[in-house]
């Protein structure tokens, strides 16, 4: 927890407190269900309980009011994340040997045997975490598209599903989720057609590679009835859209985490053979077992190389040897 005050020159009225406490409430469920938060989907928590306008300056006041109480210590500071400006990158954290073998530092490739394997790509940054929190104990791969893939991006991903037919893989599925807006529905299209262009000037059949649109989707919309948006009409893909949809889009953000992490965990289960994956998890847990027994004996196994001397030369030694 990190609701500290750096500045005693804030003053917040009435209506500002009362929307500081919501959002405190807002933030706490979130934080109890493990998720975190950013302001994009804590500004739709308050539309959909019709606390907010669904406009953009209701967004940026919702910013602003949230930026003041945080600076007045009455907003933790860590239950807003913004998944776009992060470092990278750092120096290793263990400093014994031993903290390293043991039994949960070894996963197996659960997704050998496969004959389909699965990759689950988002529209935006901002949703990257929630989605992990789906893919990861399925080790499925998932990938934030920031909008339109670049080009470079979708000729590696390209690469990466031909390497994944060379091991043995018959199809590959891409599950995409985005924004129900003009450009949203057609990134859809866009990654399909670009990866096809790819394999088959690779030498790969495309027909062997499906890009499943699973949100945000109309019968999605109707169901959770998120928030809506006007459709961007100075969009060029606009007209089409708004022929089809109507003159409403909504955000991904819209949708409760729980309820997107529950859909992807559901399609990408769908796709797994759950025999070979009883196997390859059998065989994790050996492997897991050993490193564990490793740990558990390891000044003896230590011991037993370095009487052999098995061991490396320390830099210690090396330094004893030369003098």
Known sequence: MSAIAYRDDIRLNDTKLAIVEQANE???????AGDSLTLRQLYYRFVAAGLLPNRDQEYKRLGSIINDARWAGLFDWDYIVDRTRNVRGGDGDDEDPKAVVEGLSFYAAMWEGQTERVEVW????????VVGRACSPLRTPYFSCRGYTSAS??????????????????????????D???SGIDMTRDIEERLDLFLDGNGYNSDDLEVNRIALNMPQVRRYNP???????????????????????????????????????????????MDEWAKRRAFEAEGQAMLSA????????????????????TAADAMEDES
Not at 246 to 264: C, F, H, K, N, Y
């Open 294 to 313: 490793f740990s558990e004996h390891y000044d003896r196994i230590h011991d037993f190389l370095d009487g052999e001397g098995l061991l490396p030369m």
């Open 26 to 32: 807002i933030a706490r469920t979130y934080r109890e």
């Open 180 to 182: 129900h807006d003009p």
């Open 122 to 129: 988002v529209e935006k940054d901002a949703l990257i975490e």
């Open 227 to 273: 928030p809506p948006n006007p459709a961007k009409i100075t969009d060029s893909r606009a007209v089409r859209y708004i022929a089809e949809f109507g003159r409403e889009s909504w955000e991904l953000d819209a949708l409760e985490p729980r309820v997107l992490r529950r859909l992807i965990a559901s399609e990408v289960r769908a796709l797994i053979d």
């Open 153 to 178: 991006e979708v000729k590696a991903a390209a690469e990466r599903i031909e390497g994944y037919f060379v091991l043995g893989a018959e199809h590959v599925t891409v599950l995409h989720l985005g």
